[in-house]
């Protein structure tokens, strides 16, 4: 049996079948995660990439198995790139928990107050 070639860029179409999710959806989630931004073909239509729909997977994992909201989807990925950016090759968030945010938000505060001092200098 042929192995099945992978492609550069998958259709729409073609991602709700692997997926299981009406196209739809996939149309929805863009507008509501700006991470997910499949670039358009010159005809307009959408050309999901491998990093696309694996992020489509992660978002239904999310909603459907872990039954975030879609608020609560977004935070967890804003809390994964802060994550990410602090350690990078270090574990990612499960979960958003109280302990987390309340250290995102003083991470954050701290940035400001730096970038203030920076521009205090010059």
Do not use: C, H
Request: no cysteine; hydrophobic share 30%; proline share 6%.
């Amino acid at each position: 049996m042929p192995e099945k070639v992978k492609k550069l860029y998958y259709s729409i179409s073609e991602v709700s079948e692997m997926t299981g999710l009406k196209q739809y959806v996939l149309r929805y989630w863009e507008t509501e995660f700006p991470n997910l931004k499949p670039p358009k073909n010159k005809a307009g239509n959408r050309a999901y990439r491998e990093s696309d729909i694996a992020m489509v997977n992660e978002i239904k994992r999310l909603l459907y198995d872990k039954k975030f909201t879609i608020e609560g989807a977004r935070q967890y990925f804003k809390g994964k790139k802060t994550q990410a950016a602090i350690e990078p090759e270090g574990p990612v968030m499960k979960r958003e928990g109280p302990d987390q945010k309340v250290l995102r938000d003083l991470k954050t505060g701290l940035d400001d107050l730096l970038k203030t001092v920076r521009e205090y200098k010059n």
